[in-house]
């Protein structure tokens, strides 16, 4: 479940950045890609479970609540790195 958290994270931000334009003062292109990285190392990471295991998408609560502490983490990085350019402009 977390993979896909992470992809709906990574497609969200970066259809805003597209939308709002490059001139944003948020930085959403850093959140996307902080976000799409993410996304593409957990899907190489299900990829490898699923040929290990046979099992390619783990809906378990911990599951479930991974998914929610790397999209809160992500967002968590996202604040630092607006913090640290407001705060050496």
Do not use: H, Q
């Not at 593409?40 to 040929?51: E, N, P």
């Not at 290990?52 to 911990?62: A, K, N, P, Q, R």
Request: aromatic share 12%; hydrophobic share 65%.
């Amino acid at each position: 479940m977390w993979p896909l958290a992470l992809l709906l994270l990574a497609a969200v931000s970066s259809a805003l950045w597209y939308g709002l334009g490059r001139k944003d003062r948020y930085r959403l292109d850093v959140l996307a890609l902080i976000a799409s990285g993410a996304a593409v190392m957990s899907l190489v990471d299900a990829a490898y479970g699923y040929l290990e295991e046979g099992v390619f998408m783990d809906l378990s609560w911990s599951a479930v609540l991974l998914g929610v502490v790397l999209v809160v983490f992500t967002v968590v990085l996202w604040v630092l790195v607006l913090l640290l350019k407001d705060m050496f402009k």
